[in-house]
């Protein structure tokens, strides 16, 4: 995680402490809000956001805690590097679909130009994209992109 989605999650954290100490000293209804809270964080970690992304020699691997998905290399034309500027202007505008702020973007990114892109990022810069015509196009944030762009074009095992 970058700097800025790591802060606005910890913001986020303090949504469910402040319900929990309302619940205790205004109204214990707010101890279900909390509650429902905690499930829709536990939600976004095990079910949207990947812990892994690994390249083996026929397929992109996406691990979460709960699932796996496998994106075969022979699907996938283009892998490269692009800021946020760069993507700005690739895509234009967007809206997301899915989670969003608590450990970073999630889901679905409708764009302007580009229409639907899974998306799972945990920074706001040094995008990896993924270009898979027909299918959607990928954008993601590996811990390291050049080493996963030169694994992607290599055709060398590597996780990221």
């Known amino acids: 995680m970058c700097s800025t989605i ?47 992304f690994v390249v083996g020699p026929e397929a992109l ?26 993507l700005k202007t690739e895509v234009g505008w967007g809206v997301r679909i899915g989670a969003g702020g608590l450990w970073g973007s999630f889901g679905w990114l409708w764009t302007q130009r580009r229409g639907i892109v899974q998306m799972y990022v945990s920074r706001i810069d ?11 196009s990928l954008l993601i944030t590996p811990e390291n992109p050049e080493a996963f762009v030169r694994a992607m074009t290599s055709g060398h095992d590597a996780g990221a």
């Open 6 to 52: 790591r802060a606005v999650t910890l913001c986020l954290w303090v949504l469910p402490v402040a319900l929990l100490l309302g619940a205790l000293v205004a109204h214990i209804g707010l101890l279900v809000l909390a509650v429902l809270v905690v499930i829709i964080y536990a939600w976004v970690w095990f079910g949207f956001r990947p812990t892994y």
């Open 61 to 86: 691997e996406i691990i979460w805690p709960l699932k796996r998905q496998l994106i075969p290399r022979a699907s996938i034309s283009e892998v490269t590097i692009v800021t946020a500027k760069e």
């Open 126 to 136: 040094r995008f990896v994209w993924l270009e898979r015509r027909p299918e959607r």
